[in-house]
C-alpha cells in the first residue's frame, strides 16, 4: 500500500484526509493501483471520506456520532477542548478516546497513535481501548500493528461484528481482498445485513477497479435499515466512477448540498479525463 500511495502523488492532489487512488479509461475500469488513487483524492480532497477501519454504518456512541456532524473548523476547536483535558490527566480513558478520534478525523493520524499508544499502555487489556489503537494504527498506515491490535481486542468466545468488519477492512488495505471478503462474510453472519459490512464489501470492490460490482453492494447497503450518509456518498461515487455523472450527482445530493454534489462530480470527471489523458500518454509508442 506504501507503494501504491506513493504512486498516486504523481497523478493526483491531495487535499484534507487520507486515502489512496488515480483513475482509468471509463471503456475498462481501472486497475486496483488506478481506483487507489482517485480514492486517495476524492478522501483527501474533502469530496468523501473514508475509515480505515469502516466505510460507513456503524452506530456507535452518541458522542462520537456527533462528531459526524461537524465539520473542519468544529473539529479543531473540539481538539482544543480535548487536548486542554487530555494534558491534564492523559489517563483519562474517554476524554483519551475521544482526542484521538478527533485527531483522527482532522489527519492528525501521528498525533492520533502518539494518545492511543499511551492509552494502551495504561489499560492493555481494555477491548474499546485495543480497538481504537488498532483504528488509530491503520489510520497512520502501520496496518500489520493494526491488524494485531484489532485481534487481541476480540473475544473469541463473543466475538463483536465490529470488530470483524475492521479487521477485513485492514485487510483490505493489505491487498489481501479474498480474506478481507472471507472475514466480512463471517461479519454478516454476526450481524446479518447490516449495512457498514456490506459498504465495507462493496468498498472491497471498488478498490479492486470493479465498480460495477461495488455498486450492487452500495445499494444494498443503503436500502438496509441503518444505512447512512456515507454508504449513500459510497453509492455516487461507485456511480460516478462508471462515469453516469448524472445519476452520481443526484444520489450524493440528497446527502449533501446540491452546490457541494455538483462540485464532487465535476472533480471526479476532471480526474477521469487527466487519467485518461495520462493513459493515453502512457501508451504512445515511442520513438
Not at 482517485?38 to 462520537?64: H, P, Q
Not at 474517554?94 to 498525533?111: H, W
Not at 481504537?132 to 491488524?147: I, P, R
Request: charged residues 20%; positive net charge; contains cysteine.
Amino acid at each position: 500500500m506504501k507503494r501504491e500511495t506513493e504512486a498516486c502523488r504523481v497523478t493526483t492532489r491531495f487535499g484534507r484526509r487520507g486515502g489512496m487512488l488515480n483513475i482509468a479509461r471509463k471503456d475498462a475500469i481501472a486497475t486496483r493501483l488506478g481506483f487507489a488513487c482517485i480514492l486517495s483524492a476524492l478522501v483527501l480532497s474533502g469530496c468523501t471520506s473514508v475509515d480505515r477501519t469502516t466505510t460507513g454504518s456503524v452506530r456507535r456512541a452518541a458522542t462520537v456520532a456527533t462528531f459526524d456532524h461537524m465539520n473542519d473548523a468544529q473539529l479543531a476547536a473540539m481538539a482544543g477542548r480535548l487536548g486542554a483535558q487530555y494534558e491534564r490527566n492523559p489517563k483519562d480513558r474517554q476524554t483519551a478516546l475521544n482526542y484521538a478520534n478527533v485527531l483522527g478525523r482532522l489527519g492528525r493520524n501521528d498525533q492520533a497513535l502518539a494518545v492511543m499508544r499511551a492509552l494502551a499502555i495504561v489499560y492493555p487489556k481494555d477491548q474499546a481501548v485495543l480497538a481504537a489503537y488498532g483504528k488509530a494504527l491503520a489510520g497512520a498506515g502501520q496496518f500489520d500493528g493494526a491488524l494485531d491490535a484489532i485481534r487481541r481486542a476480540q473475544n473469541p468466545a463473543y466475538p463483536d461484528w465490529k470488530l470483524v468488519s475492521a479487521e477485513g477492512a485492514i485487510l483490505d488495505q493489505m491487498g489481501r481482498k479474498d480474506e478481507a471478503r472471507a472475514t466480512y462474510q463471517k461479519a454478516l453472519q454476526l450481524q446479518p445485513n447490516e449495512p457498514s459490512i456490506i459498504s465495507n464489501m462493496g468498498m472491497s470492490y471498488l478498490l479492486a477497479g470493479d465498480a460495477r460490482t461495488a455498486e450492487t453492494y452500495f445499494k444494498q447497503a443503503a436500502a438496509a435499515p441503518g444505512a447512512d450518509s456515507r454508504v449513500r456518498q459510497n453509492l455516487a461515487l461507485s456511480v460516478g466512477l462508471q462515469g453516469r455523472f448524472q445519476e452520481a450527482e443526484a444520489i450524493a445530493a440528497q446527502e449533501i448540498s446540491p452546490q457541494q454534489a455538483k462540485a464532487n462530480t465535476d472533480y471526479l470527471r476532471s480526474m477521469l479525463a487527466q487519467q485518461n489523458s495520462w493513459n493515453m500518454l502512457k501508451d504512445k509508442p515511442k520513438g
